[in-house]
């Protein structure tokens, strides 16, 4: 079955090289069962590098047919797919102690951020990977 195509007008870029996820799970540290929330997990690059590190994996992805395709390639029952849109996530209703980690498209990364960082008590640590010109 041929994986989903990209598609431009959700932003979508998909990490393809797992070293660069190395830094971001370094700096999550999640504990072996420790829940994660990771934002838009498409191909599953780094939702693979966080359930080698023994995280639980809420991947919320926008995209019905990713979600899907996440599922197939990643059987893994520390895995749960989401399809939803992160911008619309009800922070507040996170179990406390939940991280937060994902591969930001460039046109969410700032309403994504503003709509986290009033949630900072309940969110211990969160990282993201953006491309150079949004983090410029």
């Given at each position: 079955?041929?994986?989903?195509?990209?598609?431009?007008?959700?932003?979508?870029?998909?990490?393809?090289?797992?070293e660069?996820?190395?830094?971001?799970?370094?700096?999550l540290?999640?504990?072996?069962?420790?829940?994660?929330?990771?934002v838009?997990?498409?191909?599953?690059?780094?939702t693979?590098?966080?359930?080698?590190?023994?995280?639980?994996?809420?991947?919320?992805?926008?995209d019905?047919e990713?979600?899907?395709e996440?599922?197939?390639?990643?059987?893994?029952p520390?895995?749960?797919?989401?399809?939803?849109?992160?911008?619309?996530l009800?922070w507040q209703r996170?179990?406390a102690?939940t991280?937060?980690?994902g591969?930001?498209?460039?046109?969410?990364?700032?309403?994504?951020?503003?709509?986290?960082?009033p949630?900072?008590?309940r969110?211990p640590?969160?990282?993201?990977?953006?491309?150079?010109?949004v983090?410029?």
């Open positions: 079955m041929p994986r989903p195509r990209l598609k431009k007008r959700l932003g979508q870029h998909h990490l393809v090289r797992p660069l996820c190395r830094p971001l799970i370094d700096f540290a999640p504990d072996a069962g420790e829940r994660v929330l990771e838009g997990p498409g191909g599953g690059v780094l693979r590098a966080l359930l080698a590190a023994g995280a639980r994996v809420w991947g919320v992805e926008l019905p990713w979600a899907w996440l599922r197939r390639a990643l059987p893994d520390r895995l749960q797919p989401l399809v939803m849109d992160a911008l619309e009800p996170l179990p102690g991280l937060v980690a591969n930001l498209p460039y046109n969410v990364a700032t309403p994504l951020l503003a709509g986290i960082l949630h900072h008590a969110i640590r969160a990282g993201f990977l953006l491309q150079k010109e983090a410029e």
